[in-house]
């Protein structure tokens, strides 16, 4: 299977589990990878510039109407973000769950664009934000990955979404860095367009 779109969504813990994450990806890792965090609307570009400090691949917040491309992109504060086939779109609409940027959102739009061509990813977090959305992507045909929530710092939301998608893959960050590094991306398609 080729794939044009990796998710990922976290909360309480996020900052420490994301920056694993992502230091575990090669440098010339090609498919786009999606993070979605909860923060405050005022936290600027702190999380950018954090994790841009442990990774060579290009790390920037999603602007609406941007395509899609390689690199790491993250759901800006106080916005949702919506995957469309190609591009990102953002939203003001009402939180989702007390959370906007919601992880929900997020995936099911990505599940909705690109089917079967989608890895979602749920790690720590202190709420159930992301098991709809992993459903989706499963439901879809994607790929379901969950930090085991034994090593998270808050278990609940990859507990959550094991729940919900009891056939995900329960892996610790490293296991998720390293399937995640192994996917292959798609030559054709919206995401690497």
């Not at 469309?84 to 609409?93: A, K, P, R």
């Not at 990813?121 to 709420?127: I, K, P, R, S």
Request: aromatic share 4%.
């Amino acid at each position: 299977m080729a794939y044009e779109i990796i998710v990922v969504g976290t909360s309480w813990g996020g900052l420490a589990a994301l920056r694993e994450l992502i230091v575990g990806l090669p440098a010339g890792f090609a498919l786009p990878l999606v993070l979605v965090a909860h923060r405050h609307r005022d936290s600027g570009q702190l999380l950018t510039s954090l994790l841009q400090d442990a990774t060579p691949l290009a790390v920037c917040d999603a602007e609406d109407k941007a395509p899609i491309t390689s690199g790491i992109h993250l759901a800006p504060a106080d916005y949702h973000l919506l995957v469309e086939e190609g591009f990102f779109s953002l939203s003001t609409d009402e939180p989702v769950a007390f959370s906007r940027p919601s992880i929900d959102v997020t995936f099911g739009s990505a599940a909705d664009a690109y089917g079967a061509r989608v890895a979602g990813v749920v790690l720590t977090g202190a709420n159930a934000d992301g098991a709809r959305g992993l459903r989706r992507v499963a439901d879809r045909g994607g790929l379901a990955l969950v930090q085991r929530p034994s090593t998270a710092e808050s278990s609940a939301m990859p507990a959550s979404a094991l729940a919900a998608v009891p056939e995900a893959r329960a892996m610790t960050i490293p296991e998720i860095a390293g399937a995640l590094a192994g996917l292959r991306p798609s030559r054709t398609g919206g995401a690497l367009r």
